[in-house]
């Protein structure tokens, strides 16, 4: 599956790091505590935010491996860390971390006790809660014709016009098979645009799909199911979740310009916003304020008749009036653009322009990767200060220097500086800032190549570092033995 690349092909040099003193870093915002509305202070503004490393167990697990992952992350010692995508509903998902069941909750707590020893108590722990909707994989279309496609009437009568001499009123399988055998300008003609979709793409639900009763009740189903997420989130000893309201998945779409919902849940920002805000309220109804509760959503969704800033900072208004503790932004990253899957591979959403948005890379276009959605973030935090809110924005996307984030917090653009590829790279290079030894961080090439693996499912890791030391004593290594699972250690 080839990914969207940007015309423009200008390759960018990394913003100068700055190196602060210790007394510098100090002095500065990144390294100055934050307390949240809820009572939870951040030792400072620094956050590694959700990073799936496709480690968890089949059976979605903590495993040794994911708790191998964040204590590394943990001994950098960021002002918080939140644990990747965990599944909300009870329903099998690969090796993704799932926290639908109490049957979750000792490995989950093992990873909360693992990351306060790493840190030394320093690094507050956040969930991210998500749910998501069904995607097929794109399949054989010989398959798709016998198996799949739900056969209409409609069809009979679209393929009676290009084959008028045969028999298509008796059994299915012969129109089947002649369906198989159109060509592509022929199918546009039988199939409608979803079924051509379900062809080529695979199918997938959409949260508009009212017709099917499972969606119909996703505004009855899913307050509980967050809701009960956070309770156990809250037995594990995690300080506070993050609402995965971003990106590709149920929550966003909800969100997204796209959802025309009739039944209150969709159309207009109002209704839109409103099973967003309904699960919020089910959560900290559930958990109170014992943990801190924020949301991930988009500062712009990216793609053709998407939702942009100005949708994103009614939203975060709504959300920081309701009490949310931190509102953190991200951007893109969906489904609707992706690339076409190969077959027998399901769709992936970093692959079009919107994901590219969400993680860009090095070789870019004139405004390269660094910060480049960071001036809609600064907007949406604007809107919600004008509103008299104070709630805590997260800054995210291409952050790579201490002089960029320490910048972006004087300027007031944002509260706190999420770092994901960058922390990837080197996990403690927040700690080597603050200590002083910014010239020993190993800076992130931004050339996605984890991402690449995630796209694959496979274990995600750094090529600056995953095939360094292999015969270390305890390093963990993937399944082919032939990197390794997590940094290597930094000898301070
Ligand atoms: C391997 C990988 C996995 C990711 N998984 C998640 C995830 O589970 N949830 C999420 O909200 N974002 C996820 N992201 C997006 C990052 O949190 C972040 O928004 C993005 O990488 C841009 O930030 P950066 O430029 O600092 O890397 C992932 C990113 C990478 C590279
Ligand atoms: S693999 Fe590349 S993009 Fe990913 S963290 Fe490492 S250097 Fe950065």
């Known amino acids: 599956m080839s990914s969207y690349k940007p015309a423009e092909r200008v390759r960018h040099r990394l913003p100068v790091l700055g190196t602060p003193s210790i007394e510098e870093a100090l002095a500065s915002r990144m390294f100055s505590p934050l307390r949240l509305a809820s009572g939870l202070e951040l030792a400072e503004r620094t956050w590694v935010p959700a990073m799936v490393p496709w480690r968890a167990t089949a059976a979605g697990m903590v495993s040794a491996d994911v708790l191998a992952w964040y204590r590394r992350f943990a001994e950098g010692q960021p002002g918080a860390i939140v644990v990747e995508a965990t599944g909300v509903r009870d329903v099998a998902s690969g090796p993704l971390l799932r926290i639908g069941d109490d049957r979750f909750v000792p490995g989950l707590r093992e990873l909360c006790r693992v990351v306060k020893e790493a840190s030394g108590g320093r690094t507050r722990l956040f969930i991210q809660l998500i749910d998501f909707l069904r995607i097929r994989r794109r399949p054989e279309p010989a398959r798709y014709f016998e198996r799949f496609l739900h056969l209409r009437p409609e069809h009979r009568v679209a393929l009676a016009r290009l084959r008028p001499g045969v028999d298509l009123e008796g059994s299915d399988a012969v129109v089947r098979h002649e369906l198989a055998r159109l060509d592509r300008h022929e199918l ?11 062809l080529e793409f695979g199918e997938r639900e959409r949260v508009w799909d009212t017709e099917d009763p499972a969606i119909r009740e996703l505004p009855r189903i899913l307050p509980a199911a967050f809701a009960a997420a956070a309770r156990r989130a809250c037995d594990a000893g995690f300080d506070g979740v993050e609402l995965h309201y971003a990106h590709a998945y149920t929550m966003a779409s909800f969100l997204s310009r796209r959802n025309v919902r009739t039944d209150g849940y969709g159309g207009d920002r109002e209704g839109r916003v409103r099973l967003p805000l309904e699960v919020f309220a089910a959560v900290r109804a559930a958990v109170g304020t014992q943990i801190a509760v924020g949301c991930r959503f988009l500062c712009d969704e990216i793609i053709d008749g998407g939702g942009s800033v100005a949708d994103a900072s009614d939203f975060a208004t709504r959300f920081a009036r309701a009490g949310m503790d931190f509102l953190s932004l991200s951007t893109g990253g969906k489904f609707e653009d992706a690339a076409q899957p190969r077959i027998g591979e399901a769709a992936y959403p970093y692959t079009g322009r919107s994901g590219w948005e969400c993680m860009p890379t090095a070789l870019s276009d004139e405004r390269g990767p660094f910060g480049r959605n960071i001036e809609k973030q600064a907007a949406i935090r604007r809107s919600v200060r004008e509103a008299g809110l104070e709630t805590p924005v997260v800054l995210c996307g291409g952050i790579a220097s201490f ?11 944002g509260d706190v500086i999420a770092a994901a590829r960058q922390s990837l790279a080197d996990p403690d290079w927040f700690r080597k800032l603050r200590l002083g030894r910014g010239d020993e961080v190993r800076r992130c090439k931004y050339t996605n ?5 995630d796209q694959r499912h496979r274990q995600v890791t750094c090529q600056l570092w995953d095939r360094v030391t292999l015969d270390e004593p305890g390093a963990p290594l993937s399944e082919d033995g032939r990197r390794r ?3 290597p250690r930094w000898e301070t």
């Open 188 to 198: 546009e003609t039988v199939l409608d645009r979803r079924e051509l979709e379900a």
């Open 403 to 413: 002089e960029q984030a320490e910048a972006y917090l004087k300027d007031g653009k």
């Open 449 to 453: 190549y984890c991402e690449a693996l």
């Open 485 to 487: 699972l997590i940094a």
